[in-house]
């Protein structure tokens, strides 16, 4: 293998490296809570206040639980739905599952629900724009006990540290957004593309 394959393959791998280096980020883990009266996100530490909420009322019908939104908390907007474990759950498909508000939940079992959380506040519909780099995603294990008060209990949450990130549901494991991908591998071949002409360079000379 000649000098400039070796540098070659060294750019390669700094690029590969750097993509490795941003998935090595760790989840946010407890960040999401439920009562009978509200849900709320924290991603910042809860003695803070949550980052997003929605306050919602409850009612019966049919022997399954219904909840409809009355008012938000201030902060980042906030999309909350309910999801099936074991998927990505990213900017590409958040918006896209059931909202909890209005779906008919089963008394005593567990299910997960999903929030994406953008930057303006919203009751529960997609935003018009975007999500952007700032934005996270989460899901928490939840269950209506009917036999208890207060009826809702979270049992695990995970969110994602920021919105390069989406979030296997169910688990802590991340995944980088694809656009994220893209950006980070082109910034570490564009670094070590300058070594190699630099390198070159010197070789020439």
Same mark, same amino acid.
């Given at each position: 293998m000649?000098?400039?394959?070796?540098?070659?393959?060294?750019? /390669?791998?700094?690029?590969? &490296?750097?993509? *490795?280096? &941003?998935?090595? *980020?760790?989840?946010?883990?407890?960040?999401?809570?439920?009562?009978?009266?509200?849900?709320?996100?924290?991603y910042s530490p809860p003695a803070l206040g949550p980052s997003s909420g929605i306050n919602f009322s409850t009612a019966i019908a049919s022997?399954?639980?219904? /909840?409809?939104?009355?008012?938000?908390?201030?902060?980042? *907007?906030?999309?909350?739905?309910?999801?099936?474990?074991?998927?990505? %759950?990213?900017s590409n498909n958040a918006l896209s599952f059931p909202s909890l508000f209005g779906a008919e939940i089963v008394p005593n079992q567990v299910f997960t629900i999903g929030v994406a959380m953008d930057m303006f506040p919203f009751v529960n519909v997609p935003p018009s724009a975007p999500f952007q780099t700032n934005d996270k995603f989460g899901w928490a294990h939840? @269950?209506? @006990?009917? /036999?208890?008060?207060?009826? %809702?209990?979270? %049992?695990?949450? &995970?969110?994602?540290?920021?919105?390069?990130?989406?979030?296997?549901?169910?688990?802590?494991? /991340?995944?980088?957004?694809?656009?994220?991908?893209?950006?980070?591998a082109i910034g570490g071949f564009v670094i070590c593309f300058i070594w190699l002409c630099r390198t070159l360079a010197v070789l020439a000379g």
């Open positions: 000649g000098r400039k394959s070796v540098i070659l393959v060294g750019c /390669l791998g700094c690029s590969f &490296a750097s993509v *490795q280096s &941003a998935a090595a *980020q760790v989840a946010i883990t407890n960040c999401v809570s439920i009562n009978d009266t509200g849900v709320a996100a924290y022997g399954r639980v219904i /909840l409809t939104p009355t008012n938000y908390t201030l902060g980042m *907007q906030s999309y909350w739905s309910i999801v099936p474990d074991g998927i990505a %759950f990213g939840v @269950e209506w @006990e009917a /036999l208890q008060s207060p009826h %809702f209990v979270v %049992f695990d949450s &995970a969110a994602t540290p920021s919105g390069d990130y989406g979030i296997i549901t169910g688990t802590t494991e /991340l995944v980088p957004e694809p656009e994220s991908l893209v950006l980070i």
